[in-house]
Structures are given as structure tokens and as C-alpha cells.
């Protein structure tokens, strides 16, 4: 007899796996979905182990195969358990990510009941099951539409076989094109060995800094040794040019390439480089593809189509073979960490136990890296590094005439307050409407950041002045003109704009501060005969497949650019020589330690997208906190000082990188049970730490969460921070209705 360890589609931590016998007329192997009985029902699994024996007594058989073949192989299947155990998530959540795009919804339920029995039953069940008492869908979707008393007698049906639940799975032929099946299997896999198209030399001579970590970073490639490796430079240094020759390296030796961007809509501009030196080589995959399209994707990624995958974090999942090279490029982004669903993992954390696994080099790219990359490689040196510290030209470049200068932009700190004492009331200050004058009539472009969405941040009450607020979430309502809706930013709930306040019932609103939305339409005020386009996660959603509003700005159609911080990621125009920062301050204040981190990071880097042609660059910072040390540094674009001041304030607090931080979140529809339930955790936690005497672990909380009420649920939240709060985590169980954030990056 040959049994199966099964990770099954259950809401299950411990055990990881099941154990199940393989019948004998079935071929089973390791990376293969089955179907598994479990509790009084068949549930979806993915075989992640096989053996010739157990020691168990009583073994249930595999309920049913799929014959589509093996999915993933033994480095996916370590992954997915290294995924499992670090973020304390289930190991098919964590198997899951690696299989073809909507293949976990394959499996359907069919409810089958018979003729014969009597239709006794409550008249919403007989309406869900149709007149002839038949049903086809899936059992849980149809529990939730029932009262709670027809839930229970479906359950006694189901128990005395009156209605029987069957299951089956979806035709392959609809997961994956069959045009596309024969193409695989005709084409086989191309072995030919990568020659490089001959315009290295003919579009840039490389620095001696990027040729000393082209030259080491290639040694590394080859080596087939597993190494973290960090690009330091400053924006506008060449950092994409080193990435396009180590990736070079990496196609000569017939090894391949992971490339992980931030963002969806930087990918138009970085296929268009790729493209240009591997012509035919390059695959893009993200989630905001059709879906017939993303399938193939995959389809075409497994069957060794391509030698370099491009995409955001579920890039790194794709079954590419033998990758030899994981780049990350704006490694410092906060949407590498994915927040909800589980797993909550970072795709850096991840992309270093893929790559160890692998012997594979990772390749780190930042001008403001995140500080714990940083502290690895400049403190700890488990990080080897390679600084940037020059701006280059998008001409060739001499190397012995090469400008020791940086070329940064010249960058203004612009004190609204004084703004205010001289009578201007205006969101712009002179300073700024005066030089985007100058610009414009350069027939130069202008980016104006505004790091809030919407035409007002906030709407207030005019009888009662009560803030106007979601009846979900509790947070600040942004007014949106573009749709005439009142929109809650945390749960995506949309009000009338007649609205009416909680507190008085008046329906008279009154707009405070500002987005996007309302500086778009003051800045057409001030320039009338300027085209302006906006660019933020709005426009981003409503044209997710083609972003034809950076497009446009990359070609010059508009003339200003106002967005949120998504203008700051990666854009390389070098007709932009003007850079607004609209209010520096946002999210400055907030309670949470990265804060400074975050805001540093976006000033430097959305200043860093002014001067990067042959025209000089210039930055404007408004601000009310000028003397502030983040906005001081920041606007002087003075990334190792940021980082001493910094670390020794993290140090002397036990932050992260000098600790480890592990939270916990509970959340329910009642405020009272939600208080109780996390002071009982803590309660809990605080007997473990007594208990083993984990002393060196902080247990701080319970506290309500920064958006107390988020989708009608109250929030309540408790850290674990010290060298490794696992500890405690590993000695209690932890209820399903916990989320655990390991190493998270916000405390909202």
C-alpha cells in the first residue's frame, strides 16, 4: 500500500498535512490535486509527500484524482512550507499561491436530493433547491442565504441521506485553452543557448560603479551560490542598466529571471527596456490580466517559454525552472508586504528562502532602502552591497570625463505658515505657481504630488459640526467630484451626497483639506491653458488593463501630472524637471513607528523623478513643519544621515531592526466582545511569558487598532516584540478568528 500526505482546503493549521491511502487503480504523485474525504465531506488537496508506509491504523482512501497532472514540484511544495510556518498560515493556503490562476475554484458541489421525500421545509430552503428539490453550487454559499433554522434542518438531511452531496471538478479544457495545450505540447521546450543582441555598447557606457557590480554580481550569478545583494543607488544612477546586464549574465548561462516591480503600472515601461534587449523572451504576469490570459500566462511560463518573468509579488510564485537571478526592484516598497488575505507574507522575505533554495542570487534595488536591508548590509553584512552615488546621463558616457557631481535636483522647503502670515490662502504657495509657470513655458513637465485621494479629505457637519464619518468603519468620508460620491478609503462604501448626519439629521456638508481631485481643478484655475492629468489608485482601477494616463504623460500629451504617492515609483521621464511635493506633512503624525521611514522614503523618491534628462531638475517641498528632521533630510535628499538618526532612535526604543515584531488583531460586530475576547488573549500570553520565562518578549496591548471599526467590525490589537516573539506564538493556540501578522508594516 502507497500513502499521501494531503494539505487539504481547510481552515487548519495544525496538522499541515493528512495522511490517505492511494487506491490502487490510481496514479498519485507528489504535487498533484485530489480530492480527500474529510469530516463528512470531500474537500480539495494537494499531495505534498508520498510514502510506502505509516504508522497509523485506520487510513482513508483518495476520493478521486486530477488528471491534469503534476503542478508543482519539490521546491514549491518547501516554499509553501516555509511560507506556512513563518506566517503561521495554513500549508494549502500557502500551496495555493503557486497553482494556475482560479484553479482552487475548480471543485464544485452538487446537492442531489430525492424525489420521494417530503417537502416539509422551510420555504426559503424549498425556494434555494428549486421545485423538483434539486440544487447545483456550493453548500456553504447556499448555508448563508438560509435562516438559521433551515441551516439546521438541511443538515438533517444531508445527515439521513435525504440529500446527498456530490462533488466534481471543472473540465480542464475551461482552465487552459486547448489551442494553447497543443501548442505546448508541439513546441516542447526551446534549449537554444541566449545570445545577446549586440546595443550594450551602443546605447551606454557603463560607469566604473556599475561595471564593479556588473563585474561582481555576474562572478555571484555564476557561482550557482545562494547570495543577497543590495544596489544602492541614488535616482537617476543606473540601477535598470545594471539590472538589464546581470540579467544578460544570467541568459548566457541558460538560467533564468524573476523580476518583481512594486506596481502594475510600471510594467508598460519596463517590458518596453526588456523587450528592446531579449526580444521574445519576456513574460508579464499580474492579476490584473483577463483571465483567459493570465491563465495562459502561467501555462506557457510552466512549460519554459520565457527566460524572464516580470510582475509584482505573485511574480515570484510562477513555476519558472532553473532561476538563477531574483531581482526586486524598489525593494523598499511597502506593497511587497500583502495585508490581507492570509498568507500575510513579504515577497523579499520570501524571494530569500526561494533563492537559497534555488542557489540563486537576489539582486536589491533602491535609492532609499528599507532600513532593516540596509542595517543587513552596511551592520550585520549578511547583505553584500554596491553604491550608486551618481546620476548618469541618458547619453553615452565618457567614463574619464564622467561628473563627480550627483545631479540631484535642487530641492526648496517652502514654509506654509509664513504662506498664511503673507495672505495666501491658496493650497500652492508662490514659489510653487511661479516656477510650474516657468516650467510650462519651457515646454517642460511638472509632477505634483498629493498623497490623499479625492477633492476633500474630510466633510464636516455644518449644524453640529460633527465629522461626517462610515457607518462601517467609523473613518473620515473623502467627497469624490469625478462620481458625486461620499467614499469611505478602508472598505470602498459609497454614500449619496445627501448625506445625513449621525448626530443632527442635517443633510448641509461642508468640504476640509484636500486630494487629488480638488487640486487638479485649482491648478487648471491658476493655468488654464495647461493640460493636466491625474494619476491615482482611481484612475489606476478604472483603467487597469491600459494605463493610458502615464502613457500619455510619458509622451508629453499633458503638461502636469498630479497624483498620489504611485507617482513617486520608479518613473523615468526625463522631460520632467519639476517636482511639487503639495503638503509634505501627510501621515507624518501618524502612530506608528515606521511613519518617518515612509515619509522620507516618498519625498526623496518623488523628488527623484525631477532632472533625470540633460535639463537640471528642481524640487519644491511645502510644508508647516520645515524644522522637522524627516522633512529637513529628505528634501536633502541625504539618505545615510536619515538612517543614523533613525536606527539610533529604533535602537534605543528595541524597534525593528534591533527586534521583531509579531501582531495580533481580533475583530467582531460587537464592541464589548471584542474588548473581552483580547484581553483574554492577553491574559493568556502574559501566563506563557511568565511561564517559560520568555522575559526578553514585550506583550504590549490589548489596544484598539488605529481604524477602530473597519467593514462593522470593532478592532482590537496586541504586540509581541522582542529577538523572537515566536516563541510565545509556538506554546498556545491561537483561535481561527486571529490574524496574525508576522512582521507587519502598518498598525492601522
Known amino acids: 500500500m502507497i500513502y499521501a500526505e494531503v494539505a487539504v482546503d481547510a481552515l487548519i493549521l495544525e496538522p ?149 452531496v456530490e462533488w466534481n471538478w471543472l473540465d480542464k479544457t475551461t482552465m487552459l485553452d486547448d489551442l494553447l495545450v497543443q501548442q505546448l505540447k508541439d513546441a516542447g521546450t526551446d534549449k537554444t543557448k541566449f545570445v545577446a543582441k549586440n546595443i550594450s555598447n551602443e546605447y551606454f557606457t557603463l560607469t566604473d560603479y556599475q561595471q564593479k557590480a556588473v563585474e561582481k554580481l555576474s562572478q555571484k550569478i555564476e557561482s550557482n551560490k545562494f547570495s543577497v545583494n543590495l544596489l544602492h543607488g541614488i535616482t537617476g544612477s543606473g540601477k535598470t542598466e545594471v539590472y538589464l546586464r546581470c540579467i544578460e549574465q544570467c541568459l548566457y548561462l541558460n538560467k533564468r529571471v524573476i523580476f518583481l516591480l512594486p506596481e502594475i503600472s510600471l510594467i508598460d515601461q519596463v517590458i518596453q527596456e526588456l523587450e528592446k534587449r531579449f526580444p521574445n523572451k519576456i513574460a508579464f504576469f499580474h492579476s490584473s490580466m483577463k483571465a483567459t490570459e493570465h491563465r495562459n500566462v502561467w501555462w506557457q511560463i510552466n512549460a519554459n517559454r520565457f527566460e524572464v518573468v516580470v510582475g509584482p509579488r505573485s511574480a515570484l510564485f510562477t513555476p519558472l525552472d532553473n532561476v538563477g537571478l531574483i531581482i526586486i526592484d524598489e525593494e523598499h516598497e511597502w506593497n511587497y508586504k500583502q495585508e490581507e488575505p ?24 533602491s535609492a532609499t532602502p528599507d532600513l532593516i536591508t540596509y542595517h543587513r548590509a552596511k551592520v550585520m553584512g549578511s547583505i553584500d552591497m554596491f553604491e550608486l552615488p551618481y546620476r548618469i546621463s541618458d547619453k553615452p558616457v565618457n567614463i574619464s570625463t564622467y561628473s563627480k557631481e550627483n545631479n540631484l535636483a535642487d530641492v526648496e522647503v517652502v514654509d506654509m505658515k509664513e504662506e498664511l502670515q503673507n495672505g495666501n490662502r491658496s493650497i500652492f504657495s508662490t514659489n510653487l505657481l511661479d516656477n510650474i509657470n516657468q516650467t510650462v513655458n519651457r515646454s517642460e513637465q511638472v509632477i505634483l504630488l498629493v498623497n490623499r485621494r479625492g477633492t476633500s479629505v474630510s466633510l464636516r457637519c455644518k449644524t453640529c459640526s460633527e465629522i461626517v464619518s462610515c457607518s462601517s468603519c467609523n473613518a473620515v468620508l473623502t467627497y469624490h467630484s469625478s462620481i458625486e460620491k461620499l467614499i469611505c478609503h478602508l472598505c470602498n462604501r459609497k454614500y449619496n451626497t445627501n448625506y445625513k448626519c449621525k448626530t443632527c439629521d442635517a443633510t448641509q456638508i461642508e468640504m476640509l483639506g484636500f486630494g487629488t481631485q480638488r487640486v487638479v481643478s485649482e491648478i487648471k484655475e491658476f493655468f488654464p491653458d495647461a493640460s493636466v492629468a491625474r494619476w491615482d489608485r482611481d484612475i489606476s482601477q478604472e483603467n487597469r488593463h491600459d494605463p493610458e494616463v502615464l502613457r500619455d504623460f510619458s509622451k508629453g500629451n499633458a503638461q502636469i501630472l498630479v497624483g498620489t504617492q504611485m507617482v513617486a515609483k520608479g518613473l523615468n521621464i526625463p522631460n520632467v524637471t519639476l517636482v511639487g511635493i503639495v503638503l509634505a506633512d501627510i501621515g507624518l503624525f501618524i502612530p506608528d513607528f515606521r511613519s518617518s521611514e515612509k515619509i522620507f522614503q516618498l519625498i526623496y523618491q518623488v523628488v527623484g523623478r525631477s532632472g533625470r534628462g540633460e535639463k537640471p531638475g528642481k524640487g519644491i517641498v511645502q510644508t508647516y513643519f520645515p524644522e522637522n528632521y524627516v522633512i529637513d533630510l529628505a528634501s536633502k535628499q541625504d539618505f545615510t544621515s536619515f538612517y543614523d538618526v533613525e536606527s539610533k532612535f529604533r535602537q534605543v526604543h528595541n524597534l525593528p531592526p534591533y527586534s521583531r515584531i509579531i501582531k495580533l488583531v481580533y475583530s467582531h460586530f460587537d464592541a464589548q466582545r471584542a474588548q473581552k475576547e483580547a484581553e483574554r488573549m492577553k491574559r493568556e500570553l502574559m501566563q506563557i511569558r511568565s511561564k517559560w520565562d520568555y522575559w526578553y518578549i514585550d506583550v504590549s496591548g490589548p489596544v484598539p487598532s488605529f481604524y477602530n471599526k473597519l467593514r462593522g467590525k470593532y478592532r482590537w490589537q496586541i504586540l509581541l516584540r522582542g529577538p523572537n516573539p515566536r516563541d510565545i506564538i509556538n506554546r498556545i493556540k491561537i483561535p481561527d478568528n486571529w490574524i496574525i501578522d508576522v512582521d507587519p508594516l502598518t498598525f492601522n
Open 342 to 365: 492570509n498568507p500575510r507574507y513579504n515577497a523579499r522575505s520570501v524571494a530569500m528562502i526561494k533563492a537559497e533554495n534555488l542557489n540563486a542570487t537576489v539582486l536589491l534595488g
Open 16 to 164: 499541515k498535512t493528512y495522511t490517505y491511502s492511494i487506491p490502487k487503480d490510481m496514479n498519485v504523485s507528489m504535487g498533484q490535486m485530489v480530492q480527500v474525504p474529510l469530516r463528512n465531506q470531500f474537500v480539495d488537496g494537494i499531495v505534498t509527500d508520498i510514502k510506502d508506509s505509516v504508522d497509523l491504523s485506520y487510513i482513508k482512501p483518495i476520493h478521486r484524482c486530477d488528471d491534469i497532472g503534476v503542478l508543482l514540484n519539490s521546491h514549491q511544495i518547501y516554499l509553501a512550507r516555509w511560507i506556512s510556518d513563518y506566517y503561521f498560515t495554513s500549508l494549502y493556503t500557502c500551496l495555493s499561491l503557486m497553482l494556475p490562476p482560479g484553479f482552487t475554484n475548480r471543485s464544485q458541489q452538487f446537492l442531489r436530493a430525492q424525489e420521494s421525500i417530503t417537502p416539509d421545509i422551510p420555504e426559503d430552503l424549498l425556494k434555494a433547491l428549486g421545485k423538483k428539490l434539486k440544487f447545483r453550487g456550493n453548500i456553504d454559499q447556499l448555508k448563508k442565504s438560509l435562516s438559521k433554522d433551515s441551516v439546521n434542518i438541511l443538515n438533517k438531511l444531508i445527515k439521513s441521506k435525504s440529500i446527498t
